[in-house]
């Protein structure tokens, strides 16, 4: 089956450390979203990335980075330098089909960081 | 800049017509989603309406967009226990394929 993994689905850690979220697609698109959900506030854009070996920031990139080596893979990497980094984590993919752009969205991975 | 506005909570009773409401700003807007997230999930594509379009219905969905007013509502006929969700609405510009979410309208569904 084809489809959108994250992992892993919980994960702690301690303030100041480096932390990487995993995201795998075997859909063969080409686009890959990083998304940040706080409660009540929606989903708010990181990083995106239209094509291997490229992307660019969201509305809410600085304390985050990625890579986009492989077509099926956008981790991102919690850095010690943002903020509030408590969340949780959405990692998408989208196509375009019949002139709409349809977004795939992982399970999500919650972060605790303590 | 873009905005998209919803409502944080809605209730209904088992049976009942849900009504999830929903307005947008940006006038170039191209076509508008709808999302339901369940619990502790992702989001998944219930439906989407061009924005020359009045009325999509699919199966109990019936999304209505209202240019006018920037207006965009999902009904859900005969709402169950298993449409608790999340519902958010989204839009999309020509000149960018990224949507903007709203944040999202909790319903609640009853017995």
């Known amino acids: 089956d084809g489809g959108i993994t994250q992992s892993p689905k919980y994960l702690f850690r301690k303030e100041g450390q480096n932390v990487t979220l995993s995201c795998e697609q075997n859909?063969?698109?080409?686009?890959m979203y990083w998304y940040r959900q706080d409660p009540g506030q929606g989903l708010r854009l990181i990083y995106y990335?239209?094509?291997?070996?490229?992307?660019q920031k969201g509305d809410i990139a600085e304390g985050y980075s990625v890579s986009r080596e492989k077509k099926e893979s956008f981790p991102l990497t919690v850095t010690s330098a943002q903020k509030n980094p408590t969340a949780f984590y959405l990692c998408a993919s989208s196509i375009r089909r019949g002139g709409v752009d349809e977004q795939f969205f992982g399970p999500g991975t919650r972060l605790t960081v303590l | 800049g873009e905005d998209v506005e919803q409502s944080l909570f809605l209730s209904v009773r088992e049976g009942d017509s849900s009504v999830i409401n929903c307005t947008y700003t940006?006038?170039?807007?191209?076509?508008l989603y709808w999302y339901k997230q369940e619990p502790g999930a992702g989001l998944q594509l219930l439906t989407y309406i061009f924005s020359n379009m009045d009325m999509k219905q699919d199966q109990r969905l019936t999304v209505l967009l209202n240019k006018k007013d920037k207006h965009l509502s999902l009904r859900i006929a005969d709402t169950q226990t298993g449409d608790s969700a999340i519902y958010f609405c989204?839009?999309?510009?020509?000149?960018?394929?990224?949507?903007?979410f709203g944040r999202g309208t909790s319903l609640i569904v009853h017995p």
């Open positions: 989204a839009d999309a510009s020509g000149g960018s394929y990224i949507p903007t």
């Open positions: 940006d006038s170039s807007s191209t076509y």
């Open positions: 990335s239209q094509i291997v070996n490229d992307f």
């Open positions: 859909l063969n698109h080409d686009a």
